[in-house]
């Protein structure tokens, strides 16, 4: 892959500031060090809250949360941080957060979920499905699940749990690992993308689970789900230079074959992460437009596709 053509100097400035935050020894640092490297490298990205939002942070169940509220939300977003599943948490997306609940006038429920090692699979999947559950039965409706990367897993595999428990009016789902052949593909095509390669996903996988898998598990991987009916209308964004992009692509597809609604958009020449880059890249702040267009629409209902 000839990185230097597809990428553009934005991102590419973006990339090398996002590594000059990383120290050349932080894979073989603590989990404990790596969450404090991550959180730094993204605030250095923070952007401020929006005017008038009431933030505050909250307990849900066991589960803590950081709640954005715009005046008179019109339904929730329930928010899945990114980070591996290892890394990550309320201040990373601290801003991220704030910007949806602004733009789309919904409140935003941020999930500060169990991270690995320390937390296994399937701790972080069962605190999701505690929050959606909650917040399903709590605030008046619509609800929409978003999450990027890790959480864009978490997203998926709590939609198809919930199928007929929980009144999910969709899901956004940002460059999500949701379990794809790692084989072939983006996965190979990409395998050595800036800011996301093939050994960091194996690192995550190996590090997510007590002990691996013997089988398929759609509560870890939505793509080895053997069923995609009666999933709430799904819209996947990929970064076209990232390993996982054609995981998006099968997802639609999966749902589509079982006669759902789905879409897919891989944003060209953007690569994982680069939610933070949408202040300073002209292609990342038009992909975290349309992010927040079509979180709007599936609250209101609405499918143009």
Known sequence: ??????????????????????PPDAVNRTAAQQREVYNTMCRAFFAGYPEGLNVRDERIETVPTRIYEPGDP???????HGGGFVVGGLESHDDVCAEIADQTGLRVVSVDYRL??????????????????????TWPKPLVLVGDSAGGNLAAASCHA????????????????????????????????PMLSMEDLKFYNKIRFATPPDGPDPTAAPLEDTDFGDLPPTVSITAECDPLADDGRDYRDSILNAGG????????????GYLRARHQSERARRSFARITQQITMLA???WHH
Request: hydrophobic share 40%.
């Open 1 to 22: 892959m000839d990185y230097s053509k597809l990428i553009d100097d934005e991102i590419w400035r973006f990339i090398r500031e996002t590594d000059a935050h990383y």
């Open 74 to 80: 019109q339904g929730t977003v329930i928010y899945f």
């Open 116 to 137: 690995c090692p320390e937390h296994p699979h399937p701790a972080a999947f069962e605190d999701a499905l505690a929050v959606v559950k909650y917040v399903s039965l």
């Open 162 to 193: 919930l199928r007929g428990q929980a009144d999910i009016a969709g899901q956004v789902l940002i460059y999500p690992g949701l379990g794809g052949d790692m084989t072939k593909g983006s996965y190979i095509d990409h395998a050595n993308a």
């Open 261 to 272: 609604k789905a879409a897919w958009f891989n944003e060209a020449g953007l690569v994982h």
């Open 300 to 302: 209101r209902g609405e």
